[in-house]
């Protein structure tokens, strides 16, 4: 069965169980086809990736099956991640969810359809945070290119740089944020973008150098390691 944020057990707390196979689109990207007059084939460009859907077609077995789709449509309405049991080690980040009605099977039964709209990829669980105090390697153990979460710690005009990207920061007190998957700087919950210059990071997958500047006492990456 599935986990919906970490807690919430389909089978266990919301008396969920599946009428058929999991149902999961794969990571596509999106591609851009150009024809150019006077060649042959076209050109190709890609434009980033497409969602993952995932159907999950569900019963309720139950003397108040009202009651409980109540309960089962209230939690996957608000998952933000879902995970598979036959899915170990990587879960699935929940853009928006769509329900279907309830149809009653039985006076003990009822079955209904979740649409999941997730990000494209599966992140690896139990990933811990990284902390370098000075300059080193560190390694992407998934598949795909990661968009993590920089917090710098330090005073002043500094810098760090990884895959060849540099990022220079003017650093007021103590700490800032930079967010590769929101692509904002921030202190807090407070924009810093006007003390952000260069790219936003990525990781691409195997091992990296990380160049920590002058002036930086500690950098602490949130990976968010990720597979196609």
């Not at 150009?34 to 019963?59: A, F, K, M, S, Y």
């Not at 608000?78 to 329900?99: E, P």
């Not at 904002?184 to 210059?197: D, F, H, L, P, W």
Request: aromatic share 8%; with cysteine; glycine share 8%.
């Amino acid at each position: 069965m599935f986990t919906l944020d970490g807690t919430i057990q389909a089978r266990r707390d919301l008396n969920l169980h599946l009428a058929s196979p999991i149902k999961m689109s794969p990571a596509s990207r999106v591609v851009e086809q150009i024809v150019v007059p006077g060649r042959e084939g076209t050109l190709t460009r890609e434009q980033g990736w497409n969602d993952r859907v995932i159907t999950l077609d569900l019963i309720i077995r139950s003397s108040d099956v009202m009651g409980l789709w109540r309960k089962a449509i209230t939690a996957l309405s608000n998952a933000k991640r879902i995970a598979f049991r036959h899915d170990t080690g990587v879960f699935y980040q929940v853009k928006s969810t769509a329900l279907t009605e309830l149809v009653r099977v039985s006076p003990l039964m009822g079955q209904f359809q979740a649409t999941l709209t997730c990000d494209p990829f599966a992140y690896l669980t139990g990933v811990e945070n990284i902390v370098l105090t000075k300059s080193g390697n560190i390694t992407n153990p998934g598949n795909a290119v990661a968009r993590p979460v920089f917090t710098v710690y330090g005073a002043g005009r500094v810098f760090f740089e990884t895959n060849g990207y540099r990022v220079d920061l003017k650093i007021d007190s103590d700490q800032l944020t930079v967010d590769s998957a929101l692509m904002e700087c921030r202190k807090g919950n407070v924009a810093q973008n006007q003390n952000m210059t260069g790219p936003f990071p990525t990781i691409r997958p195997g091992k990296s150098y990380v160049q920590l500047g002058p002036g930086i006492s500690q950098l602490v990456i949130e990976p968010r390691w990720r597979n196609q």
